[in-house]
C-alpha cells in the first residue's frame, strides 16, 4: 500500500568495497535507490539518500600494498572517483560517508565499547578458514578439504586468533519475532523465508575482531583488535546521520522519527543486513527502524561479470555511446524486484529502440508536429466533451497513475514502467484510430481535431511527469519541447486535464535516434578484440616450469552436474583406458551431454583433491574465447591417445 501519510524517507545504498572500480552491476543499486529517492523528494516527502564506501579490511590493506599507497591514499583516491561517477549518473545522494572517516570510526568504537560493556560482544578464540576475498570465516564442511571459498571459489586461508564474539544466540528468538510481526521487514518474499529458514537451523556466534591485519577500526579497550569489517560497515546507516555525535538532527529526524527507512541491498549480502544489522540494533538499545530490499544481480550471458572472464561492463562505456537515460531506464525497467535480470547489449538496443525511439520519442514528435501543422503549435482546451477514444485514454490514465504511484512508492520500479509504457502505447494507438490527417481535411472537424491534439499533449505532459524519477533529463526536454508550464511539470499535476493553452516548439528534436543493430554489434565486436590483446598476460613461465605438466588426450565417458552447485560438473573420463574423474567448473557454460565422447586435454600429473567431497584427479583444459566465455580444449584426430606434452 503507498503510505500517502509518509513525511520523511532515508534510503541508503550499500557501501561500496575501496577495492575496484564500480561496474553496471553495483551501480544498479545506487541508481534504482536515486529514483526512490527522486520519486519520493517529487512526491513533496523531505527524502535523505545516502551512499558511500566500505575501506577497511584486509583485501583493501593488500590492494593498496600492490598498488604503492597507503591504504588511506587508495580509498581517498577511489572515493574521490567513485563520487565523481554517481556525478556522471545524476544521482542525487544527500552524503557519501567513507568508513575511514572520524565521524564514522569514533562512533564505531563506541558502539562497539557499549556492546562489550553489556556483555552482547565478549572475548573468545576462533579457529578456522578464512576467505580473505569475501572477508568472512567458514567452516570445514564448508571449505571442504581443498580448503575453497564456497561463495568465490578462491583457497582459503587457515587462521587461529583471539577474537571477541558477538552474541547472536541470544537474540535470535528475537527476530525471528521481529520478522513475523512486520511482515514488510524483507521484500521480496521469497528472501524473506530464505532469512528465516537460516535463522530456524541455529546461529553460531558471530567473531567480530581481527588481529591478523591492521587496517580497520581498532578496539578501543584493547587495540590489538581491530573491528570486523561488516558490523565497521553496517554503522555507517547511523553514523551517517550523526547518530552518537553532538548533532543529532538527521538521526532524530530521520531514523528515530522518520516514517521510512529503506536500505537496498544485493541478494548477495541479504544475510548480513536482515540478521547481523537487527541483532547489533537490539544490542544497542536502537529501534529498528529500516525495512530492506534484496534485488538480485545483473548478470552477463556467461553469468557474474568478472575480470578473469573480460565481460566487465562499466556504466560510463554505455552512456558515452549510448546517453545516461536510456542506461538508467534500461536497468529500471529490466530487473524485476528480488529476480536477476541479463545485460547484454542486444537486449539495450532492442529495448533502446522499440520502448525509446519508437514508443516514447516518436509519439512526442509525431504530436508537436501535428500541433504545429495544424494549429500553429498552439494547444487550446477543448470545451466540448470528449469522444468514446478520448475518454478511454483519460481512464487509462487515471488507474496508470495510481498503478504507477502504487509501485513506484513499493520499489517496484519494473512494473510502474510498464504501467506508464502502456499508457504511451494506448495513445500511439488513439491517433490511428481518431486519423488526425483525414479529420484536418475537413473544416467542420477542427475542434474534434483540437481535441485529439489535446488529449495527446496531456498524455505526454503525464508520461513526462512520471518518467522523471527514472530520466530526469529526457524528462526536462520533453517539457521544453512541449511548453508545458512549471506548475504543471510538478508531481501534484499528475493529473488529467490540467493544461490550458499553451505553445509547443516549433520544431520538435529527435529524443532517441534509433540505433542500427547491425552496426552496433559490430562497434561492440571490434571494442571487445580490441580488450581482450589489451588484456595483461600472466608472469612469464621457463620451459622447465611447463615441461614439469603431464597433459594426455582423454575421453569423456559420463557427465553430470554436482548437486548444489551451479559451477560444478562432475566428468568420467578415461586416459588410456583407465578411468578417472574429474570435478570441473564449465557447468554454465557445458550441459553435461555436450561432452560425453569428446576427446579433450587433462592435465595428468595434478595433485588429487576432494571438492566438495568429490575425489577430482586432474584438470581439464579450457581456454577463454572471443565471446568471453569458456571453451573445453577439443582433440580432433580419431584415436589419438598419445601422450601430448
Ligand atoms: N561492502 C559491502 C556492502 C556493505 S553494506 C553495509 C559489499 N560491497 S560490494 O561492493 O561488493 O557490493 C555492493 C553491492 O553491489 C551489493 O549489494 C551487491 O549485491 C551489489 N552487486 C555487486 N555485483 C552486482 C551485480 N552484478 N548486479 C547487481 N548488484 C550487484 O558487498
Redesign the pocket.
Known sequence: MENKNKKTCYVT?????A?GN?????S??TIVCDVFARYNRLKGIDTFFLTGM?EHGQKIEEAAKKAGKSPQEMVNDIAKSTKELWKNLNITNDDFIQTSEIRHTEVVQQLFEKMLKNKDIYLGYYEGDYCVACEAYFTKTQVGEECICPDCGKPTRKVKEESYFLNLKKYSNRLLKYIEENPDFIQPESRKNEVVSFIEQGLEDLCVSRTSFKWGIPVLSNPRHVIY??ID??C??ITALGYGSKDETLYNKFWLNGDEVVH??????LR??AIY?PIILMALDIPIKFKLYA?????MKEG??SKSVGNIIYPLDVTKRYGLDPLRYYLTREMPLGN?CLFSYDRFIERYNTDLANDLGNLLSRTIAMINKYFDGVVIKPKEKSDTFATELENLSKEVINNYNENFSNFRFQNGLTEVWSLISRANKYIDETTPWILAKDEDKKAELNSVMYHLYEVLRLVAIMVMPVMPDTSKIMFEEMGVLPENQAFDSLEYGKTSDVKVVTKPIVLFKRLDLVEEQKYHQEKNVAKKEEAPTKNEISIEDFSKIDLRVAEVIEASKMEGSDKLLILKVKIDDKPRQIISGISEFYAPLDLVGKKIVVVANLKPVKIRGHLSEGMILTASSSKNSLEVIQILKENNFAKIS
Open positions: 545504498t550499500p557501501i561500496y568495497y577495492s564500480v561496474h553496471i552491476g553495483n544498479y543499486s566500505d569489517v561488516w560497515a553496517l555507517n546507516y537496498v541491498v544485493g541478494k548477495d549480502i548480513f543486513h544489522w534485488h538480485g544481480w545483473v548478470l557474474k561479470m536477476d
